[in-house]
């Protein structure tokens, strides 16, 4: 168990919804990362926040947003979903925002049908 | 892109070392070498990492040859529950995010 969790597990819905992902970082990390993990694109870097601003942007789509909330908890918001946004989504923690040994959730499966 | 080259895929027996090498030939001074681990769609999961000089920790060894162009990481007894995809990162530390490559599935055999 690394700390982190996110919530809902699972997530099945249909194309052109909009769904929210939910990540809890480790008590006392400020720094929250997202990561998509598809099968034909492997783990990929989103975005990261660190203490409630954003620090980094990887290859996410306009969209997905996200926001990390004054508790730290972060959100990951995907609308108007396509078939190809099913993938596994990871969220990861870490104590200082330049600190590489990042923790991950267990992740959120979202299914777009 | 990923900064690394592993092998795609290595077997390994239950209660021997398993050796995972990494070629980073374009590493730059200031630049660590971190691995995780991936256990079937689990989330990864931090290993070790280094700049320069070999660690250890309860998980495994990392030796990095002196030019630094490449590393092995090594786990001393492998179990089945290691059984993996391995991810050589190489990363410097004012880096914000982990790139990932294809990594190197370690499959290990009773």
């Known amino acids: 168990d690394s700390g982190v969790t996110q919530t809902p597990k699972h997530l099945i819905t249909a194309t052109g919804q909009r769904v929210t992902l939910r990540c809890s970082p480790r008590?006392?990390?400020?720094?929250v990362y997202w990561y998509q993990q598809s099968l034909d694109q492997g783990l990929q870097f989103l975005i990261q926040y660190y203490n409630g601003e954003e620090r980094a942007k990887g290859n996410i789509l306009e969209r997905f947003s996200a926001q990390q909330f004054p508790d730290l908890h972060s959100e990951l918001n995907l609308s108007s979903l396509e078939l190809g946004d099913s993938a596994l989504y990871f969220c990861?923690?870490?104590?200082?925002?330049?600190?590489?040994?990042?923790?991950f959730g267990p992740g959120t499966r979202l299914t777009v049908l | 892109d990923a900064k690394t080259t592993q092998p795609t895929s290595m077997d390994c027996a239950e209660g021997r070392a398993a050796n995972l090498p990494c070629n980073h030939s374009t590493i730059s001074g200031n630049e660590y070498v971190y691995w995780y681990r991936q256990i079937h769609s689990q989330g990864p999961q931090y290993i070790i990492h280094g700049l320069k000089n070999n660690e250890t920790n309860e998980m495994a060894s990392l030796i990095i040859t002196e030019d630094r162009k490449s590393s092995t990481l090594i786990l001393p007894h492998a179990t089945l529950r290691d059984t993996a995809v391995y991810y050589c990162i190489v990363e410097g530390q004012a880096g914000t995010a982990l790139i990932f490559g294809k990594g190197t599935t370690l499959s290990v055999s009773s």
């Open positions: 008590s006392g990390d400020l720094s």
């Open positions: 990861a923690s870490s104590v200082r925002v330049f600190n590489n040994e990042q923790f």
